[in-house]
């Protein structure tokens, strides 16, 4: 099956950029879908398609896809966004019909 | 509202079955299919299997073959999940996730997501 590679941990000034990426051969098939999860809760869906965000979720949250990378981008990062953000796609491989995720970014917001 | 609601944490003993199950509210059930992911306490994500919108056709992951079994009931809107000969290993949050998709783009979100279940298995 294929794989999805994420950083573990990155960390982010109050107010700043961060850029969480997210790599795997699927990507070049599949758009990648975002998840935010925080301690004690379920994921919640953040951004999927080409760049699409459900209601509810900030405008500063952002994606893009370019090859078989993925990238969330928060601007102007809140300490509210402190989490775990897993990336999510269709398992583009020929033997295996599913779904796979990335291993999750720790977001620390300093 | 659209909502999945889980049943409650299960504790087994090493080579039980456990059956969990979720159920949908808030939109047609029979319109969507459903996923079940499951997460081991401080781990990541592992996606298990889906379910189609009327139950006759399922699709598992490789690791779970053979031990995972998803069914549905249309008439209450409940889906399950049973998965047998449990391990130590097993022991993790399970979620219910409803699949959305556009097809043509390539496309699927898992929203919404149940609370979770925990199941402990321990001797």
């Known amino acids: 099956s294929s794989e999805l590679t994420q950083d573990p941990a990155v960390s982010v000034a109050l107010g700043q950029t961060v850029r969480i990426t997210c790599q795997g051969d699927s990507l070049r098939t599949y758009s990648a879908t975002w998840y935010q999860q925080k301690p004690g809760q379920a994921p919640i869906l953040v951004i999927y398609g080409k760049n699409n965000r459900p209601s509810g979720i900030p405008d500063r949250f952002s994606g893009s896809n370019s090859g078989n990378t993925a990238s969330l981008t928060i601007t102007g990062t809140q300490a509210e966004d402190e989490a775990d953000y897993f990336c999510?796609?269709?398992?583009?491989?020929?033997?295996?019909?599913?779904?796979?995720f990335g291993g999750g970014t720790k977001l620390t917001v300093l | 509202q659209v909502q999945l609601v889980q049943s409650g944490a299960e504790v087994k003993k090493p080579g039980a079955s456990v059956k969990i199950s979720c159920k949908a509210s808030g939109y047609t059930f029979t319109s969507h299919w459903m996923h079940w992911v499951r997460q081991a306490p401080g781990q990541g994500l592992e996606w298990m299997g889906i379910i189609n919108p009327t139950g006759s056709s399922t699709t598992y992951a490789q690791k779970f073959q053979g031990r995972v079994t998803l069914t549905r009931d249309t008439s209450t809107s409940t889906d399950y999940m049973e998965l047998s000969s449990l391990r130590s290993e097993d022991t993790a949050f399970y979620y219910c996730a409803r699949d959305n998709s556009i097809a043509a783009d390539g496309t699927w979100w898992f929203d919404p997501w149940g609370q979770g279940t925990l199941v402990t298995v321990s001797s």
């Open positions: 999510n796609s269709r398992d583009s491989s020929i033997s295996h019909l599913g779904w796979v």
